[in-house]
């Protein structure tokens, strides 16, 4: 009797909770041959009980992102308990990682078939960790199509309020990890300061993602994180990265293509505890850069796979734009963010107001509409190129909405703007390390010169000030003024002339660019000819990997870089490598007479000195 009252319970629900997982309406809502048809599943799964609890698990904690005023986005992933995995050595106990679709796994591997019963969860979102205050409250379902993954919209929130959140079984007490988030402040809202963590480039093999919790979750020294891409990488080992050294050997271990092979990556990098951890205390404001794809990835193509017959034939048997929809697909289903736009499945770019003390505008110069990019054996054709005025980083819908983002931050009165992108925004001489013939790296926006032209038109044209580049990518850490070279006078000793400031950062666990066992002597001396071959560049380092935090206030910007000690073991040490401030209204980095104090850890500071004090702070004892 009581199976059948469930049953009945749950019949009567089932089309408005499978809807109510924003997994199974993202990333083709509006185009069900495109994505998951919820009446099929429906069907399938039709007459049958939902998984009891003992037969499930939260897999991979839980984890909320995209933060609006009144609501968030909430994520968790509730699998069956059987093992999916041939090889589960990576992680402890039974704890089960993975249950894909078949269709999408490799055809050597045997994967068990579709769920023929859905999973039921409830979940709470409370403004006391006791979750007894609750707000917002719901149902949902997850299965196999979409991986097992549940993401909800909490709503009916109150602006720039710590929330704790839960989600367990229904009927059971099988439950998640308690999670804690923070919406943002109303657009109009006065707000004194907020803190921002800033990450890029977490490669598995490389090394332990000891910067996520590092170590902001121990400092609690910011609201929000924001990640700007190559969140995984999806090389087999030894092709970038040899996790034998750590224990870290990416699954499935071939470089991936398969929808079964993107979501398994992304199971697996999840599995990392510092990932988890900041997951599971901040909300995250994400975009991808290239390997959440394929590197060097660009509109119709990447570095070793491009939408030709050859390179079907003879690059994995799948077109590049089934391998970007497989990645997409998958990165949609893990990562706590909002669909923005239904009709437009690969579009990423989105803008977030900070009260009225700042606005985030995160860009996609990687994947939406990017004109061909330095592919390695094209540099030649694409330095020719680097300045047509037709080339674009992000199409030109993408562009105007950019250029419109700008104009209106400033007509709201928003007092700073940070623009999120993957790669570096600043001209880069680096013929140190390319050589003389082609000294711009051509996969940055020194490959899309006219698209940056536009971009200091837009801001000089509208004389929209306190603007503040942040990218990742390089796997290093640079600080400039942003300069439109050429163009306008700048004075490198006083930042006239400067209409921002980039603070670009170094990559949590990718190795440097100068290669992963550089020394440091050698790398500072590197970064010696960078800034004097750079008028803007006033900071560059390329030893460390780490991360650094915005600090913003009405008055000022303050960037604190960290680097770790090392990512070959999990620990909960790092070093303040420099801090950096830009003054409302300067422009430019604040001079006393040079930028950071005149002294930094390592790299090379222009006008300044290197004091390698290598004094460690232990982030679990704040010592």
């Known amino acids: 009797m009581l199976q059948l009252l469930i049953l009945i319970t749950w019949a009567g629900g089932a089309a408005a909770s499978y809807a109510n997982n924003l997994n199974y309406r993202s990333p083709s809502f509006n185009h069900p041959s495109l994505g998951v048809a919820i009446h099929k599943v429906n069907k399938r799964h039709a007459g049958n009980v939902p998984r009891q609890a003992v037969q499930l698990n939260f897999t991979h904690g839980t984890a909320s992102g995209d933060p609006y005023p009144h609501s ?33 796994g490799h055809e050597n591997e045997k994967l068990p078939p579709p769920s023929t019963s859905p999973v039921c969860v409830q979940w709470k979102i409370a403004e006391d960790k006791a979750l007894a205050k ?57 707000l004194a300061k907020v ?104 509109r119709d193509g990447s570095s070793e796979l491009n939408n030709t017959e050859a390179s079907f034939i003879g690059d994995g048997g ?20 909002r669909q923005v736009e239904m009709d437009d499945n690969l ?45 674009s980083l992000m199409g030109s819908r993408q562009e105007n909405w950019f250029y419109s983002q700008l104009i209106g931050s400033k007509k709201r009165g928003a007092a700073w703007r940070v623009i999120g992108s993957q790669i570096v925004f600043s001209r880069l001489n680096e013929s140190v390390a390319y050589g003389n013939a082609n000294p711009l790296n051509y996969d940055s926006w020194d490959g899309y010169q006219a698209n940056r032209n536009r971009t200091f038109k837009t801001l000089f044209d509208n004389n929209i000030g306190n603007n ?35 603070f670009a950062g170094t990559a949590v666990s990718s190795p440097s660019p100068y290669g992963q066992n550089i020394t440091i002597a050698k790398a500072n001396n590197a970064s010696s000819f960078l800034v004097n071959e750079n008028r803007e560049l006033q900071w560059s380092e390329i030893f460390y990997r780490g991360y650094f935090e915005l600090q913003i206030s009405l008055h000022s910007v303050n960037a604190s870089y960290f680097g770790l ?12 490598l420099a801090n950096f401030t830009v003054l409302d209204g300067a422009n430019a980095l604040y001079r006393n007479p040079v930028p950071a104090g005149g002294v930094v850890e390592n790299g090379y500071l222009k006008g300044g000195k290197v004091v390698q004090t290598n004094r460690t702070n232990d982030t679990t004892t704040g010592k």
């Open 347 to 391: 579009r990423i770019w989105r803008s977030f107001s900070i009260g009225s003390l700042l606005d985030i505008i995160m860009l996609d110069t990687r994947q939406y509409d990017r004109s061909i990019t330095d592919l390695y054996w094209n540099t030649d054709y694409v330095h020719s190129i680097s300045n047509d005025a037709g080339r």
């Open 468 to 502: 503040i580049v942040i990218s990742g990518d390089s796997h290093a850490n640079w600080v400039s003024d942003l300069v439109w070279l050429d163009h306008n006078a700048y004075d490198p000793a006083s930042g006239k002339g400067s209409i921002g400031v980039e």
């Open 195 to 298: 803190g921002l963590a800033v990450y890029s480039c977490s490669n598995y093999p490389f090394g332990f993602f000891n910067a996520y919790q590092g170590n902001p979750v121990r400092k609690d020294s910011v609201d929000y994180v924001l990640h700007l891409g190559d969140y995984i990488y999806e090389y087999k080992n030894g092709d970038y990265g040899w996790g034998n050294s750590y224990g870290r050997i990416p699954q499935p271990d071939r470089e991936i293509y398969t929808l079964y092979d993107y979501r398994r990556r992304l199971a697996q990098y999840r599995t990392d505890l510092d990932l988890l951890l900041s997951h599971n205390q901040y909300a995250w404001i994400t975009v991808w850069d290239d390997h959440e794809v394929a590197d060097n990835s660009y």
């Open 565 to 576: 000690t090392t990512t070959k073991t999990r620990n909960p040490f790092e070093l303040s």
């Open 72 to 104: 968030v986005i909430l994520w968790t992933r509730v699998s069956p308990t059987s093992d999916d995995v041939k090889d589960n050595s990576t992680v402890s106990g039974n704890v089960p990682l993975f249950n894909p679709v078949p269709i999408y």
């Open 134 to 190: 609750v707000a917002d409250s719901g149902t949902a379902y997850t299965s196999s199509d979409v991986d097992y993954t549940l993401k909800v919209e909490a709503s009916k929130l109150k602006p720039y309020t710590t929330y704790y959140y839960q989600f367990n079984v229904c009927n059971s007490d099988l439950k998640s990890p308690v999670g804690r988030t923070k919406t943002t402040p109303a657009p109009e809202d006065k």
């Open 318 to 337: 799948v077109s590049f734009d089934q391998r970007k929809m497989n990645a997409v697909r998958a990165y949609f289903e893990w990562m706590p963010i």
